[in-house]
T-cell receptor, first 113, second 118 residues
Framework: TQLLEQSPQFLSIQEGENLTVYCNSSSVFSSLQWYRQEPGEGPVLLVTVVTGGEVKKLKRLTFQFGDARKDSSLHITAAQPGDTGLYLCAGARYGGATNKLIFGTGTLLAVQP | NAGVMQNPRHLVRRRGQEARLRCSPMKGHSHVYWYRQLPEEGLKFMVYLQKENIIDESGMPKERFSAEFPKEGPSILRIQQVVRGDSAAYFC????????????????FGEGSRLTVL
């Protein structure tokens, strides 16, 4: 059962365009993380959002955590070819004996020069 | 600090052989996670270990797969009698402690081991 659905699955845009990636779930998470993964490498953390409604900015990237802590979005302004990669959201639930992150289905972004 | 080290980076096995994937966590990290990734897909949780303990193996297939994290040495993911469906990238991640509301819960990933079963 996939708890975190990302949309769109694939996205190909021109340099300079804006885009938004969505991460949705029916479950509540204690926190949500966004990772970016480049071909042949492991995922690298971009941001962690913890509070419902929280908005974080990282240069041209804006991350938002839904009020109910069930969904999140990533908005990229003026995309660059260097933004190309696989974007993964990952939800965490604290408490209990386990700490596994549940990863989303992924959004593969290609930014054409 | 050296990051999470995985080896081998690439492994080719014939059906029926065994695959052993190794992971050395970041220095000071005592929590290790294994994830499997198919091409252009998200990561699927397999197992979460601390030193000498398996904490959560709910994502591990019931047969042929096992994992350990001994007191000394790297964590090992072992796949016996591999089949073509085992072909994937296997990622190891580590964290310094059990995350709680006071920590980010960030996982630090290795570069992965890519298993190809012929």
């Amino acid at each position: 059962t996939q708890l975190l659905e990302q949309s769109p699955q694939f996205l190909s845009i021109q340099e300079g365009e804006n885009l938004t990636v969505y991460c949705n779930s029916s479950s509540v998470f204690s926190s949500l993380q966004w990772y970016r993964q480049e071909p042949g490498e492991g995922p690298v953390l971009l941001v962690t959002v913890v509070t419902g409604g929280e908005v974080k900015k990282l240069k041209r990237l804006t991350f938002q955590f839904g009020d109910a802590r069930k969904d999140s979005s990533l908005h990229i302004t003026a995309a660059q070819p260097g933004d190309t990669g696989l974007y993964l959201c990952a939800g965490a639930r604290y408490g209990g004996a386990t700490n596994k992150l549940i990863f989303g289905t992924g959004t593969l972004l290609a930014v054409q020069p | 600090n050296a990051g999470v080290m995985q080896n081998p980076r690439h492994l080719v096995r014939r059906r029926g052989q065994e695959a052993r994937l190794r992971c050395s966590p970041m220095k000071g990290h005592s929590h290790v996670y294994w994830y499997r990734q198919l091409p252009e897909e998200g990561l699927k949780f397999m197992v979460y270990l601390q030193k000498e303990n398996i904490i959560d193996e709910s994502g591990m297939p019931k047969e042929r797969f096992s994992a350990e994290f001994p007191k000394e040495g790297p964590s090992i993911l072992r796949i016996q009698q591999v089949v073509r469906g085992d072909s994937a990238a296997y990622f190891c991640a580590s964290s310094p402690k059990f995350p709680d509301r006071g920590s980010s819960g960030e996982l630090f990933f290795g570069e992965g081991s890519r298993l190809t079963v012929l």
